[in-house]
Structures are given as structure tokens and as C-alpha cells.
């Protein structure tokens, strides 16, 4: 059966697909609220931009946050839950590297908010071109 899809006029969808699409955004909206909970927190999003720099030990991230280093720990944990950042430990030394797929993951997010929103900006221009300009505002007299 065909339902029409309220997004997108004169396209219709298969239930099966419609579900189908519903079941990834529901998954996708999981990981994206989970890295948006990890850098939520101003540190975390210090960390983050550290290891945008490229692979860090935790002491030298731990270096410039005014912070004690259980407490670095601690946000590295919140960050690795998230999958942003990935660890591993050689000897004596852990070293924490950014998981770029996983910011993918929200830019792609926030790409999908912003081509809604740009299709019912076009859609409020075409209706505004469309609509003939009245020269006298309604309730003034001239």
C-alpha cells in the first residue's frame, strides 16, 4: 500500500520502505544523541579539539585543562562510550585518537535538518512570489 509522504508532495511511499526509514532514523538518532551527551561538556569538547590535532598519550591531554587526571580519565571514558575517541594502551602509555567517522555521523545529522528546512524556505518563496502584493494593508484606511 502507498502512502503519500508529507515531506516531499506528489511522492508516495511503500509501507515497507516507510518503515524501513523510520528503523534508521530511530537507530540514527541514538548515536547522534549520544555524541551530542559527549560534548555537551565544555571539557570534552577541549579534548576533542586536542585530538583533532592528531593522536594524544591522557597526560598530554590532561596538560592544559585545569582539571586532575582521574578526572581527564573520566571525560575520555564518557567520550569513548560516545565512540569518539578510541584508545589503546602501549606499555605504560594510553593513547587516545579521534574517531572522525563518528562527528560523520552528526554533520550528516545536522545536513538532513538544514535540507528540510532549505526545502520549506523554498517552498514559503515560491508561495510568497506566487502571491500577488495587496498595495493597501487590511484594517488601514487611505
Request: proline share 8%.
Amino acid at each position: 500500500m502507498l502512502y503519500p509522504d508529507p515531506a516531499e508532495p506528489g511522492i508516495r511511499l511503500d509501507i515497507r520502505a516507510a518503515i524501513g526509514i523510520l528503523k534508521s532514523v530511530l537507530n540514527h538518532s541514538g548515536e547522534v544523541d549520544a555524541v551530542f551527551t559527549a560534548l555537551a561538556d565544555p571539557t570534552r569538547r577541549q579534548i576533542v579539539e586536542q585530538l583533532g590535532r592528531g593522536p594524544a598519550s591522557v597526560s598530554e591531554l590532561a596538560k592544559p585543562l585545569p582539571i586532575s587526571l582521574p578526572a581527564v580519565v573520566q571525560h575520555l571514558q564518557v567520550l569513548e562510550a560516545s565512540g569518539l575517541v578510541r584508545s589503546e594502551k602501549v606499555g605504560r602509555v594510553r593513547t587516545c585518537r579521534l574517531e572522525v567517522k563518528r562527528l560523520d555521523t552528526v554533520q550528516d545529522w545536522i545536513e538532513a535538518r538544514r535540507r528540510t528546512w532549505e526545502r520549506r524556505l523554498d517552498r514559503l518563496g515560491d508561495y510568497l512570489a506566487a502571491t500577488p502584493e495587496d498595495p493597501t494593508p487590511k484594517g488601514k484606511k487611505t
